[in-house]
């Protein structure tokens, strides 16, 4: 059995140990923080493979699928076709362990499932919000883009580092007060991302364009079910990209689609603005929202409970002093209204 260990900057240590594809799927997922054996406990195991756990018969079952007992939860689980049973002790401690064991298709949902979201979890709940979002950053300074999936941040995100920009984060940003942190994983193409950025499309082999176009197809053809996004590692898409730990933060906006043709910057008042934040990110949940609540059925005074408001207190005491606000990208986007939207930030990093 092998285990690998990784560090996301100073925040958290995590493992996963086990057998076979799933740690695979794992591994490519958080590689780029890969590190050394850590001595004494990480934050969070995870351990791959079969395992029995009798519940105690007063554990307490909720929405007739998960069983709770004292500091653990537990369920056989699915997604689509893909299937496991799970088993999560100390969600609401310092250390987190992780058992679970799934089917071949569970290898497309685990790692972002369970892995990163209990990541999301714990770092919100240590005054660390991660928003679901790419960041813009010019080395110093760095612009949040938060937004629900197929909006834009992405290809705005791939536009700017055409100009030879740094790359901060494309999937989640981690807010600390005045500062953002990278959060490094690999970029989620469809074929508008070749299209629209035809730059990355030389950089990437064939075998990836055509994983890129087929299962685009496949989205299109099972109209959204089939959501295998082929996932490449950000130095195969950019291999003299140059990745930056933290910068400080110059603003944070919300990105919608629109049916007007010209990009548009709103202002917002600050509720306004968290209140979306908060939307995006319940999104992202996935699954694990289940997991959360029933969690909090059983235990109402506990941390993992008071989730949205400890997330609204994070963002609000990090917003007040900073710039924010929203973006309106046009419905039917093209190139040139991504050029727009970088003059926009452009702009904003000139103040």
């Keep these: 059995m092998t285990k ?37 406990a990480v934050n969070l195991q995870v351990v791959i493979g079969n395992f029995l756990w009798e519940p105690p018969r007063d554990s307490l079952v909720v929405n007739k699928t998960f ?17 496991w049973k799970i088993k999560i002790t100390g969600l609401d401690s310092e250390c987190t362990t992780v058992q679970v064991h799934g089917n071949y298709a569970s290898k497309f949902v685990l790692a972002r499932w369970f892995c990163e979201s209990i990541i999301r979890l714990k770092m919100t709940l240590s005054g660390y919000p991660m928003l679901h979002s790419s960041s813009l950053c010019n080395g110093e300074r760095g612009i949040v883009l938060a937004a629900s999936p197929s909006t834009g941040k992405t290809t705005t995100l791939l536009t700017w580092l055409e100009k030879g920009n740094p790359f901060l984060s494309d999937e989640y940003s981690i807010l600390d007060n005045n500062r953002i942190w990278s959060y490094v994983t690999p970029f989620r193409f469809h074929t508008h991302n070749l299209k629209i950025n035809p730059v990355f499309s030389r950089n990437i082999s064939f075998l990836d364009r055509l994983q890129i176009q087929w299962r685009t197809l496949l989205l299109k053809m099972t109209r959204g079910y089939a959501d295998v996004t082929w996932n490449i590692n950000l130095h195969k898409v950019k291999p003299d990209v140059f990745v930056v730990q933290h910068c400080q933060l110059a603003g944070v906006f919300v990105v919608t689609r629109t049916k007007k043709d010209q990009v548009a910057r709103l202002t917002s008042g600050l509720d306004a603005v968290i209140k979306q934040l908060q939307i995006i990110n319940q999104f992202e949940w996935r699954g694990f929202e289940h997991y959360i609540r029933a969690w909090s059925y059983a235990h109402p005074d506990g941390r993992v409970a008071s989730l949205d408001r400890i997330e609204k207190e994070g963002l609000t005491r990090i917003l007040k002093d900073n710039v924010f606000g929203q973006i309106h990208l046009p419905e039917k986007f093209c190139p040139k209204n991504f050029e727009e939207v970088i003059q926009v930030f452009d702009d904003l990093f000139a103040k």
């Design 4 to 40: 690998k260990y990784y560090k996301l900057h100073n925040f958290l240590t995590f493992s996963v140990e086990g057998e076979g594809q799933l740690p695979d799927s794992f591994d490519k997922e958080f590689a780029f923080y890969r590190t050394e054996p850590q001595v004494g």
């Design 67 to 83: 069983i709770l007992h004292d500091d653990t939860i537990y369920a056989c689980d699915a997604y689509k076709v893909a299937s």
